[in-house]
């Protein structure tokens, strides 16, 4: 499933593609992806011009004059894809509809535009949506409700970052970066590498952490996080960037998948264990667990 760093990737692409555009028309295939009454859809999508195009968490959001918003969520295998005379752009599973003829057997949605240009929704394993509903109410999906806030948001602090993580401050640091209701986004990869960043143990309990390295994982957790960004994303097998290319951040990645590899801080080969359920990697000298 995508990121923060992969969808936002996405958001950057799309964006400035379909802003200002007129939808002339819709089409889907499969209900449960697009799960809007069809009238619904003639009053508040046909007609309507993109305001933007922006981000919540692992979500996709379209805002449109109608004051409707389309929320989209690419699930495991979901795929956005803009084509115009002049334009090709593809983000999300890497499978040939990408770049191969649209429409096909894994399209879902279809937004076609007044300028004859269109924006696919494409889902192999069916389990990506795209639904319709009021912009203000999008903040009142159960899903926004219980998401932590966003990590790279300019007004979320340090001391907001500690108090959120003292909410289970008896659980295991890496069970805790994960939980989406304390912090919105963080995947496996980016837990693994902020807590290496802050030479904090994945299983060590937050209440032992002291304060001093809980702020240094909150400034290496913004690293991480806006490197990945700038890398456009970091799951090379399942997704791409904006720019149809496979996120790069991987080989810049200081433990992810580099077990038996020497530890670019201090040479001890990295490890692999399994933290939280997921598989961890981690460096035994530079994260010591203290029993």
């Known amino acids: ?123 192999q394993r069916k389990f990506g949506w795209m639904r319709l509903m009021p912009t203000v109410e999008v903040g009142q999906l159960d899903f926004f409700l219980k998401a932590g806030p966003e990590p790279l948001a300019a007004d979320f602090t340090a001391d907001d970052f500690i108090a959120r993580l003292m909410r289970r401050k008896n659980s295991a640091m890496k069970a805790v970066l994960l939980d989406q209701t304390i912090v919105a986004g963080i995947g496996n990869i980016y837990a693994d590498e902020s807590l290496w960043g802050a030479k904090i143990h994945p299983e060590t309990k937050v209440a032992d952490v002291p304060p001093v390295k809980l702020r240094a994982l909150y400034t290496s957790l913004r690293t991480v996080l806006q490197l990945s960004i700038e890398k456009g994303g970091s799951t090379d097998r399942n997704y791409v960037n904006h720019e149809g290319k496979r996120g790069s951040y991987l080989t810049f990645a200081n433990v992810f998948r580099r077990e038996g590899k020497p530890c670019p801080r201090c040479g001890e080969t990295i490890i692999k264990t399994r933290v939280a359920g997921r598989g961890t990697h981690t460096c035994p000298n530079c994260q010591r667990l203290n029993k």
């Not at 933007?52 to 969520?73: G, T």
């Open 1 to 123: 499933m995508p990121e923060l760093p992969e969808v936002e990737t996405i958001r950057i692409g799309l964006d400035p593609l379909v802003h200002g555009k007129v939808i002339a028309d819709v089409w889907h295939d499969w209900p449960k992806g697009f799960p809007n009454a069809p009238s619904d859809v003639d009053a508040f999508v046909k007609g309507a011009s993109i305001r933007a195009v922006r981000r919540r968490a692992k979500v996709l959001i379209i805002d449109l004059s109608s004051e409707y918003s389309l929320v989209i969520h690419l699930k495991m295998t979901g795929q956005l894809v803009f084509r115009s005379t002049s334009v090709q752009f593809g983000a999300g599973h890497p499978n040939e509809s990408l770049i191969g003829e649209l429409p096909d057997k894994s399209t879902r949605v279809i937004l076609t535009f007044e300028d004859s240009s269109k924006l696919f929704f494409n889902d």
